[in-house]
C-alpha cells in the first residue's frame, strides 16, 4: 500500500474516527484503525458498539490495507509539518510515515481479524440535517440513567411518526423530550441508542445544515454524513409509554428569566455539600415572588425573584441538579415553569418554541 | 463587623489570596481567609510557608475581623449577583453576606489563632517591576530540582550584584540561568526561595511594568506590590557555585530556528513510551545538517535539519523533555545551542537577549 494525502484531512479523519476506538479492550486489534486505500481512502474504528468510517481524497499508488495503533498514528501524523503526508506498507506490515524532512518506521497490525464495517439495507429512511440532530442529542442525553438494571432508560428513545421527530430520555426522577418537525410525513422510526454511543455521535455533527441521513434495521442504526458513516448498536426492549406520564393540568404556572432562575438555584446550591448530594432545595411561590432557599448544615442562603404567579400559591422541594441541568440545555430567554401540585411532577418548556419539555419529579418534604 | 464592597474587587482579592490557603492541614484556621475591616479591608491567607495579603476599597461600617472558609467564601461571592456586595458579622460569628435579591448566612471562625502576617523590616531593598520578576521566574522554575534529599535545589536563587539580578535553578541534570539588570547598583541579595512558593507568586504578578519592591531579611523574602504584599519563607543552606560548572570553550556550535528545532524533538519523541521515558534521542552533527533519531521497541523516526555547523562533527544523546522544556520558556525566533564535547555539558542561549542560558548534560552512549 502507497499513498499521498493531505496532513489536515488525514488528522480529521483519525480524530473522527478515533470516538470508536476503545480505550481498554481485550482484542488488540480494535486499538487501531484500519486504513484502506482502494478508489479513495478508507479510515474505519469499531469497538463492536460503535463504528465509524470516514472517507477521504488520496493519492492511492498502490492499493492495500493495513491497521495502525490509533494512538501512535494520530499522535505521529498531528505532530508532523503541515504538509502532504506520503505512507507506504511492505509485505512485512513495516508502515514507512514521511512528510517533508522527516520520517517515521513504525509496526502495523494484518487487516485481518478486524471487524467488517456492519452493513444496513437502505430502506428504513429518515432525512434531516446535522445540526438538528445534535442539537436533540444535546437536550436529551444529560437525562439518560445510569442504572444498568433497567438498560432501555440508558438509552434514548428516537422516534418518527406523523411527520415529527422525537427524542425521550428519562432516568425515573425526570424526563426531557425534543421534538422536531421532518418532511417527509410518511417516515417512520423507532428505536433506542445508547446514551453513550449517541454522546460520541453528537461529536461529530457539525452544527450546519448538512444533510443527515439516518437508516435503520432491527439491531443497528446508520448515520450517514456523506464522507462519514457511523453505525451503532441499538438496545432491545420496549420503551414506557411517555406520553401518558407528562400532566395536562397545571394548580401554578409562572414564566421566569431563565438565566436568572438558573444562576438562583446555583447560588442557593452552594450550600450543599456533596457528602449531601440529594438534599434539596425548597421553593416557594407567593405573592407574585418565586423564593428559593435552602438550609443546610453549613448555613442558608435565600434568593427573591419577582414574577407573576398564575394559579394557587405552592411551596416544593427540588434537588437543585434536576433544574440546574435541565436549564443550561435551554437557550430561550424566558422559560415557563408548571407545576402540577407540591407532590406531582414539574414541567418546564422553552416558550420560544414548544420544542423542548422536560419533568422532573419533587422531593417529598 | 459590617462593610459594602464591590463583586469583582472583592472576588479579585479572593482569588489572589487564596493561593496561599493549604488545600490539607491539621489547623483548620488556616482554610480560611482572615478578613479585616479597618481603614480599608484587608483580606489576608497564610499556610505558614506563603502568607498574602491583600487591602482593598470598601465602606467600612463598623471595624472587626472573622475568618472565613476560603473556598465557601470564594464560591459564594463568585456566584453573587455583579453589584454591590454587604457583610454583616455579629458578635457570635455569624456572618450574613447580602448582595441585591440574595443572602447567605454562614458561621465564621473567631480570628484569634490565625497566624500574624509576617513583618520585615525594609531595610534591604530591591525595586524592579512585576512582569520583569514574572518572566525570570518563568524561565527557571521549570528546571527546580524535586528532590528533597537536597532541599537548597527544590529552591530558585535570586541574587542580586553589581547592578545584575539573577536567577538560577538547577537539578543536577541541567541548569536554567536568567539574569537581568537592575537600576540600583549597589543592591544586594542573595536567597533561595522554595520553587512552590515562587510558582504560587509568579500566578499574582501582573504582565506589567508595574513596580515591585522586594524586601528580606534572613528567613523571609516580601514581595511589595502595593494593595498586594506576599511574604515567603528563604529555603537554609549554601548554593553551589553555578558560575564554575558553566563550560568556556566549545567544540561545536549551531544557530539554529527555535520552533523547528523545538518541534522535530517532540516529533522524534513520540516513540519513547510512558516505561521508557529516560531513553535518549541522538543528535547528529555533520555536513551542515542536524539529524535527530530515536530508534525504540515501538519504531524509528528521524528528522533532517539542515544547520550552519561551526566546529567538529558530532554525535550526542539527550532526554529529549530537557531540551523541550527549556525551548519552550525561549521567545526568541533563533537558538544557539553550543556543544563542549560529546560527553560534557550542552548550552541553550537565547540569540536576542543574552539574559538566559540553559545547560544540560548529555546521555551516555
Redesign the interface.
Known amino acids: 500500500m502507497i499513498f499521498n494525502c493531505g496532513k489536515e484531512e488525514l488528522v480529521n479523519a483519525i480524530s473522527t474516527v478515533q470516538k470508536a476506538v476503545p480505550s481498554k479492550t481485550p482484542m488488540q486489534i480494535l486499538e487501531g484503525i484500519l486504513i484502506k486505500a482502494d478508489e479513495n481512502l478508507k479510515l474505519t474504528a469499531n469497538d463492536l458498539e460503535l463504528a465509524i468510517e470516514c472517507s477521504i481524497n488520496a493519492e492511492i499508488k498502490e492499493k492495500g490495507d493495513i491497521v495502525i495503533d490509533a494512538k501512535?498514528f494520530g499522535?505521529?501524523i498531528r505532530?508532523?509539518?503541515d504538509s502532504i503526508i506520503h505512507i507506504e506498507v511492505d509485505q512485512e506490515n513495516n508502515v514507512k510515515i514521511e512528510c517533508k524532512?522527516?520520517?517515521?518506521?513504525?509496526?502495523g497490525i494484518s487487516s485481518e481479524g478486524f471487524p467488517d464495517f456492519p452493513s444496513i439495507e437502505r430502506n428504513n429512511q429518515l432525512k434531516t440535517s446535522q445540526c438538528i440532530v445534535r442539537d436533540m442529542i444535546r437536550q436529551t442525553i444529560f437525562a439518560v440513567s445510569e442504572d444498568e438494571n433497567r438498560p432501555v432508560l440508558t438509552g434514548v428513545l428516537v422516534e418518527c411518526r406523523n411527520g415529527t421527530l422525537t427524542f425521550v430520555s428519562c432516568d425515573s426522577y425526570r424526563l426531557a423530550l425534543r421534538k422536531h418537525p421532518v418532511e417527509d410525513s410518511e417516515a417512520q422510526m423507532k428505536v433506542i441508542i445508547p446514551g453513550k454511543n449517541l454522546n460520541e455521535i453528537s461529536k461529530i455533527l457539525n452544527s450546519t445544515e448538512d444533510e443527515l441521513n439516518v437508516y435503520t434495521n432491527q439491531n443497528l442504526i446508520l448515520f450517514d454524513m456523506g464522507d462519514t458513516k457511523v453505525v451503532s448498536r441499538l438496545l432491545e426492549g420496549e420503551y414506557f409509554r411517555y406520553e401518558n406520564v407528562i400532566p395536562e393540568e397545571y394548580e401554578t404556572t409562572i414564566r421566569i428569566n431563565k438565566k436568572e432562575l438558573q444562576?438562583?438555584i446555583?447560588?442557593v446550591s452552594?450550600?450543599i455539600s456533596n457528602e449531601e448530594a440529594r438534599y434539596p432545595i425548597n421553593m416557594l411561590l407567593k405573592m407574585d415572588i418565586l423564593t428559593i432557599t435552602t438550609n443546610t448544615q453549613?448555613?442558608?442562603?435565600?434568593?427573591?425573584?419577582p414574577t407573576e404567579i398564575n394559579g394557587n400559591d405552592m411551596e416544593i422541594r427540588f434537588n437543585p441538579r434536576y433544574f440546574i441541568e435541565a436549564l443550561k440545555v435551554i437557550e430561550d430567554e424566558e422559560v415557563e415553569v408548571l407545576f402540577s401540585s407540591d407532590v406531582g411532577p414539574c414541567i418546564i418548556k422553552s416558550i420560544d418554541k414548544e420544542s423542548f419539555i422536560y419533568m422532573l419529579l419533587p422531593l417529598r418534604k
Do not use: C, D, H
Open positions: 501512535l499522535e505521529i505532530k508532523m509539518p524532512n522527516s520520517r517515521f518506521q513504525i509496526k444562576e438562583s446555583e447560588r452552594l450550600l453549613i448555613g442558608n442562603a435565600k434568593v427573591e425573584l
